[in-house]
């Protein structure tokens, strides 16, 4: 039987798509369905001063309205609220919402209007009067470094991290770069905005939700509701992109739930795409300070970097910009360190490649800097500072063909052609520039949990807590357990998103492929053993005593490996025995790999740009990215997560920029008109492809994370680009035409 791992299978929720019938957190149409809207403060930060809800009240179809005064018990605390503290599970605020009249933040919600229909809803909301005695908000992150503070640590570990002596390493250096480059607040913009649906039956609360962690939401509406966890199931079968931004739980889920007790109703909140701008984190302003020193012939002696974002002070949020910068490049001397500021915001939060988008824009526009200083191509000299091993865990790889990518990139894009001198490329007036950037993501594993069943009609249900973001995770699930099943993937049905099955992590850090395809194949093997073990003792079976290591899965058959004319099929076995299905559910955690090597995937991206000089506007023309992330599961779906980081990191370099209103706080262009992310138009032909790598140590599968490698670097190779084809360096993101001109 030919596998189905590495085929360019075709999603198999494709039709669901696009047809319809694939069930997102707004499309339930529960019996009873009441419609939620919340009103948010157009301030922050400061202090509700008056909330008149009397007009609204009396609105038509007006069933509730959910404020502080009435959305908790007296006697209710928000016991485990504590400021700065953040388990990267909980936004904090979820802890305290519609708890009292403060004001932290501009788009924090006040109050939730139900009604009837969604049309009632929204015209109630509009009559609630409000009043805000509003303080000066705190937003300006270059005006606040010097009140810069350390954060406790970065997912366990300390935000500084020193090695060699950079001091020495500086001064000894011939060539130097020390420059700062900046990011503005990002915003994730998924095609569907976040929607909860809540219901009650007694004690036990359902939502439907849009999310990347069903289990964390689960948690957080436990605590926050003073519910065991048990007595929530959070459903999210189908999410509509996510970016990161869905990975925590966000204030409007637990007021869909109030809401939901209020009513005694189903309650469906969908927050406006407006709304999403205040309410849920995004990516935190940054303020980036690095400095490389090298030989003449470019060796790296020094390289610091210095990070700094702003936070709330609802809670931290550490955009760990230099983790990568750590061990991207051989060097003696590294210096990183990694500060917070307090701003007057929702609390920031995940977003594609958190650190390593940003970190390299900063890392690899300094490197590009360097290769100018030095007179040295920017290619050549990142292959003279190659690490050969992670220098700052001394660990060996456990798999790197970062040279394959740069080798393979640079001649499909035709970088050797390159004229290094800014402005010395032409097509017609258009200035045209080709620039270069490396990128990199760890890979990440956590323990998950998945079920298999193998039914007598010689189909199998692989059941996980997992999510499909659009990434395509249901369909290399769904190869990875035909595979081990034996079966072709046509009868193979995955299931996840649903807190009623077996544990998976968050589809966070690009690891769920590498987490939950573990516990996938043990529990198929589990599975499968039951089947051997019953071949073994059935009399009337071909394989009745059979050694049960030579019996393999192959086409829906137990098949012995020395005469394979010794063969049954999954549901004669099952059938004679009586027996409608075999069933196995197991775990599967990260081992002692993680503690012996470094993993890491890598990637060279290569941009083109032509830039007119009268205007100042910026096309990307052309973009390879080679990329080498262990074993390709599909290589479809795994390109398309390369296209689709490309793309963001074409938004990245060019266009995404929140504005926030300094008197009042409230992000100014909060729609799609004013906020840009690319359309087709802007996206040029991307080929994105992956240099064969083969890990025997990273995991059971050899795969590495996908969903975040394409952005890194993409936003520097843009920048290089535009500085060879303008000679000018823009530092601050978003490179726009004002400051180009
Ligand atoms: Mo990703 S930003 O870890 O969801």
């Known amino acids: 039987m030919t596998p189905s791992i590495g085929t360019p299978l075709d999603r198999v929720d494709g039709r669901q798509k696009v047809t319809g019938t694939a069930r997102y957190a707004g499309d339930w149409d529960l019996t009873g369905l009441a419609h939620g809207v919340l009103v948010t403060s157009p301030v922050g930060p400061g202090r509700l001063t008056s909330l008149n809800i009397s007009a609204a009240a009396s609105a038509p179809g007006v069933l509730a309205?959910?404020?502080?005064?009435?959305?908790?018990?007296?006697?209710?605390?928000?016991?485990?609220?504590?400021?700065?503290?953040?388990?990267?599970?909980?936004?904090?605020?979820?802890?305290?919402?519609?708890?009292?009249?403060?004001?932290?933040?501009?788009?924090?919600?006040?109050?939730?209007?139900?009604?009837?229909?969604?049309?009632?809803?929204?015209?109630?909301?509009?009559?609630?009067?409000?009043?805000?005695?509003?303080?000066?908000?705190?937003?300006?992150?270059?005006?606040?470094?010097?009140?810069?503070?350390?954060?406790?640590?970065?997912?366990?570990?300390?935000?500084?991290?020193?090695?060699?002596?950079?001091?020495?390493?500086?001064?000894?250096?011939?060539?130097?770069?020390?420059?700062?480059?900046?990011?503005?607040?990002?915003?994730?913009?998924?095609?569907?905005?976040?929607?909860?649906?809540?219901?009650?039956?007694?004690?036990?609360?359902?939502?439907?939700?849009?999310?990347?962690?069903?289990?964390?939401?689960?948690?957080?509406?436990a605590r926050t509701l003073d519910l065991k966890p048990e007595q929530v199931r959070v459903v999210s079968p189908f999410v509509g992109g996510a970016f990161g931004c869905k990975g925590m739980t966000w204030p409007h889920v637990v007021c869909a739930a109030l809401a939901a007790r209020a009513v005694g109703r189903p309650v469906k909140l969908a927050v406006t795409r407006a709304q999403m701008f205040g309410l849920i984190g995004f990516r935190p302003t940054l303020h980036q300070r690095v400095r490389l020193g090298a030989t003449k012939d470019g060796r790296l002696t020094a390289i610091g970097h210095d990070g700094t974002n702003g936070v709330s002070a609802l809670g931290t949020f550490v955009e760990p910009v230099g983790q990568t910068t750590r061990m991207l490049y051989s060097c003696p001397n590294v210096w990183v360190r990694h500060r917070v500021v307090d701003l007057d915001t929702q609390m920031p939060t995940y977003m594609?490649?958190?650190?390593?988008?940003?970190?390299?824009?900063?890392?690899?526009?300094?490197?590009?800097?360097?290769?100018?200083?030095?007179?040295?191509?920017?290619?050549?000299?990142?292959?003279?500072?190659?690490?050969?091993?992670?220098?700052?865990?001394?660990?060996?790889?456990?798999?790197?063909?970062?040279?394959?990518?740069?080798?393979?990139?640079?001649?499909?894009?035709?970088?050797?052609?390159?004229?290094?001198?800014?402005?010395?490329?032409?097509?017609?007036?258009?200035?045209?520039?080709?620039?270069?950037?490396?990128?990199?993501?760890?890979?990440?594993?956590?323990?998950?949990?998945?079920?298999?069943?193998?039914d007598e009609d010689g189909r199998a249900l692989v059941q996980s807590a997992a999510h499909d973001l659009g990434t395509g995770a249901y369909t290399v699930l769904t190869q990875v357990a035909a595979d081990m099943l034996g079966l072709p993937p046509d009868r193979v049905r995955f299931e996840l998103g649903d807190s009623d099955l077996p544990e998976a992590p968050v589809a966070g850090g690009s690891q769920t492929t590498a987490s939950v395809s573990a516990a996938v194949a043990f529990a198929s093997k589990a599975a499968l053993d039951q089947l051997r073990d019953l071949a073994r003792r059935d009399p009337a079976s071909p394989l009745h005593e059979a050694d049960p290591n030579k019996l393999v899965a192959s086409a829906g058959h137990l098949v012995h490996t020395d005469s394979p004319e010794r063969r049954e099929a999954f549901?004669?076995?099952?059938?004679?025995?009586?027996?409608?299905?075999?069933?196995?559910?197991?775990?599967?955690?990260?081992?002692?790999?993680?503690?012996?090597?470094?993993?890491?995937?890598?990637?060279?991206?290569?941009?083109?740009?032509?830039?007119?000089?009268?205007?100042?506007?910026?096309?990307?023309?052309?973009?390879?990215?080679?990329?080498?992330?262990?074993?390709?599961?599909?290589?479809?779906?795994?390109?398309?997560?390369?296209?689709?980081?490309?793309?963001?990191?074409?938004?990245?370099?060019?266009?995404?920029?929140?504005?926030?209103?300094?008197?009042?706080?409230?992000?100014?262009?909060?729609?799609?008109?004013?906020?840009?992310?690319?359309?087709?138009?802007?996206?040029?032909?991307?080929?994105?492809?992956?240099?064969?790598?083969?890990?025997?140590?990273?995991?059971?599968?050899?795969?590495?994370?996908?969903?975040?490698?394409?952005?890194?670097?993409?936003?520097?190779?843009?920048?290089?680009?535009?500085?060879h084809a303008t000679g000018k360096r823009i530092r601050d993101l978003p490179i726009t035409v004002e400051k180009l001109l």
Not at 69 to 77: I, Q, T, Y
Not at 94 to 103: G, K, M
Not at 191 to 207: C, D, F, K, Q, R
Not at 595 to 607: P, T, V
């Open 65 to 221: 309205i959910v404020t502080h005064r009435n959305a908790h018990s007296p006697h209710a605390k928000p016991s485990q609220f504590t400021p700065h503290r953040t388990d990267h599970t909980y936004s904090p605020d979820t802890l305290t919402v519609l708890w009292d009249a403060e004001i932290h933040y501009a788009g924090q919600p006040v109050a939730v209007v139900v009604a009837e229909t969604l049309e009632q809803a929204t015209e109630a909301a509009a009559l609630i009067r409000l009043e805000v005695e509003a303080r000066a908000p705190r937003l300006d992150l270059a005006a606040h470094l010097n009140e810069a503070y350390p954060p406790d640590q970065i997912f366990g570990e300390d935000p500084d991290t020193k090695r060699g002596d950079f001091e020495a390493g500086w001064h000894a250096a011939n060539t130097r770069i020390d420059a700062t480059y900046t990011i503005p607040w990002e915003h994730h913009n998924p095609i569907e905005p976040h929607t909860t649906i809540a219901s009650w039956e007694g004690n036990h609360l359902t939502v439907h939700d849009a999310t990347q962690w069903v289990y964390g939401v689960r948690a957080v509406l």
């Open 352 to 454: 594609r490649a958190p650190g390593e988008a940003t970190g390299s824009f900063a890392l690899e526009s300094a490197m590009d800097e360097l290769a100018y200083a030095l007179g040295m191509d920017p290619l050549a000299l990142r292959l003279a500072n190659y690490a050969e091993r992670d220098e700052v865990r001394d660990l060996p790889w456990s798999s790197k063909e970062l040279r394959a990518c740069y080798q393979q990139g640079a001649e499909r894009f035709g970088w050797a052609q390159r004229d290094p001198r800014p402005g010395s490329m032409r097509d017609g007036h258009l200035q045209v520039g080709w620039g270069m950037a490396t990128a990199t993501y760890p890979t990440y594993r956590s323990q998950a949990a998945a079920r298999v069943r193998i």
């Open 571 to 723: 549901g004669d076995l099952l059938r004679r025995n009586g027996l409608p299905a075999v069933v196995a559910e197991r775990r599967s955690v990260p081992g002692d790999e993680e503690n012996r090597w470094s993993s890491h995937a890598f990637g060279a991206q290569f941009a083109e740009v032509k830039v007119d000089p009268d205007l100042g506007t910026v096309r990307v023309t052309r973009f390879v990215g080679a990329f080498a992330a262990g074993r390709i599961l599909n290589p479809k779906t795994a390109r398309s997560q390369m296209l689709g980081g490309i793309t963001m990191g074409i938004g990245l370099a060019l266009m995404e920029e929140g504005v926030r209103d300094p008197r009042w706080g409230r992000v100014m262009n909060a729609d799609l008109a004013s906020y840009l992310i690319p359309v087709h138009l802007d996206i040029p032909h991307i080929e994105a492809f992956f240099v064969p790598e083969e890990d025997p140590y990273v995991n059971p599968l050899g795969v590495k994370g996908v969903g975040e490698l394409g952005i890194v670097g993409a936003g520097a190779a843009i920048a290089n680009a535009v500085f």
